[in-house]
């Protein structure tokens, strides 16, 4: 069982930036592909970015691709989401999940463990 705990969440301004982090227990966490979703009121939950286990293959989401960077320290079980240059479309609740397998994938029911949520809101 993985527990799974976000952070760094709160209100900026557009064109600013969060870092979302996502702490992970658990020995294995290592070997999970760890990603990030995010669902906006009345909206279906969206990928956002994903990670291998090492770190050396990630995938994003075509909305966010140049301003969030996904990435992994395993020493600290912990999972990072820096979001730059954010705009008020990035206002949604922020979700950590991990993957049991090691391959990338974007789809959420892929996904076996998930974190509560961190809210982002983007102002204009």
């Known amino acids: 069982q993985v527990q799974l705990v976000e952070s760094g969440g709160g209100l900026v301004q557009a064109g600013g930036s969060l870092r979302l982090s996502c702490a992970a227990s658990?020995?294995?966490?290592?070997?999970?592909?760890m990603g990030w979703f995010r669902q906006a009121p009345g909206k279906e939950r969206e990928f956002v970015a994903a990670?291998?286990?090492?770190?050396?293959?990630?995938r994003y989401a075509d909305s966010v691709k140049g301003r969030f960077t996904i990435s992994r320290d395993n020493a600290k079980n912990t999972v990072y989401l820096q979001m730059n240059s954010l705009k008020p479309e990035d206002t949604a609740v922020y979700y950590c999940?991990?993957?049991?397998?090691?391959?990338?994938?974007?789809?959420?029911?892929?996904?076996?463990?998930w974190g509560e949520g961190a809210q982002v809101a983007v102002s204009s």
């Open positions: 999940a991990a993957h049991e397998r090691r391959v990338v994938v974007s789809t959420p029911r892929r996904y076996d463990y």
């Open positions: 658990g020995r294995t966490f290592s070997s999970y592909t």
């Open positions: 990670i291998s286990w090492s770190g050396g293959n990630t």
